[in-house]
């Protein structure tokens, strides 16, 4: 009887263990997942020598399927990232997709695409600290389908390099990047340069989180604007 007796309380002991396990990581995610919102950046287009357009693709967890996300307010505000599960972070990424076309396009015109933060330092926990860019003319995504455009690009960007605005005990305010001679990209009479904004794993891990203190894991936004432009001559 004792021995019985001992065993359920062994097993009781493992349920309240299984329990607070289950409740320390649903609170970590809680915590460490923290919205990062990116929704007040804007994009600026000033090109006066091409035409352009783009389209914003991104996760959606009410479709549970990428979707199309440019015409909403929140286009541009990325998922929540779990510091503790991180195999929920697959669906992060947000896909930019710049189309330019213009009589001029031939002619290779330099397009700058900068991006801007407001916070000039390494430390503080703001949203340029923990994310990079990623640039790339994809050629082989001729689908338009939102899901197959979205899928394909991520899959391609896992193999190029990302930018960021951080580097070591570096910050710097600006991520530029300048396309040009693409001419041999050009399909169709168009150019479709892919952007992919994500948070950054090795960013994210210099700095330490506590479920204990929300303010440890909050990071607002400071990304102010994309700004795409040709140099007038």
């Known amino acids: 009887m004792k021995h019985s007796k001992f065993k359920m309380f062994l097993a009781a002991i493992m349920v309240a263990f299984n329990v607070l396990v289950c409740f320390a990581g649903a ?14 950046m804007q994009i600026q287009m000033y090109t006066h020598e091409l035409d352009m357009s783009y389209k914003v693709y991104k996760y959606s967890d ?6 199309d996300a440019s015409g909403q307010a929140d286009a ?17 990424p947000i896909i930019i997709v ?14 700058y695409i900068n991006t801007h933060c407001a916070n000039t330092t390494t ?6 600290n ?9 050629n082989t995504i001729t689908s338009s389908d939102p899901v197959d455009i979205y899928e394909d690009a991520v899959d391609y960007f896992t193999g190029v390099n990302g930018v960021a605005f951080k580097n070591n005990n570096i910050k710097s305010q600006d991520i530029l990047y300048t396309l040009q001679n693409y001419s041999s990209s050009i399909v169709g009479g168009g150019l ?13 891990d210099t700095f330490e989180f506590s479920i204990t203190d929300s303010t440890t894991t909050s990071f607002p936004n400071d990304l102010t604007m994309i700004n795409c432009y040709t140099e007038d001559e």
């Open 130 to 138: 923990i994310i990079e860019l990623k640039f790339a003319v994809i």
């Open 27 to 40: 609170y970590a995610w809680f915590v460490a997942a923290r919205r990062n919102d990116a929704s007040q």
């Open 192 to 204: 479709k340069l892919y952007i992919q904004l994500d948070y950054s794993e090795p960013l994210i």
């Open 123 to 128: 430390t503080a926990r703001v949203l340029s």
């Open 62 to 67: 009410d479709d549970k399927s990428p979707i």
């Open 98 to 111: 710049f189309t330019i076309t213009g009589m001029n396009l031939g002619e290779n015109i330099p397009v």
């Open 76 to 92: 541009l505000k990325l998922q929540e990232y779990d510091s503790v599960i991180k195999s929920r972070n697959t669906n992060t």
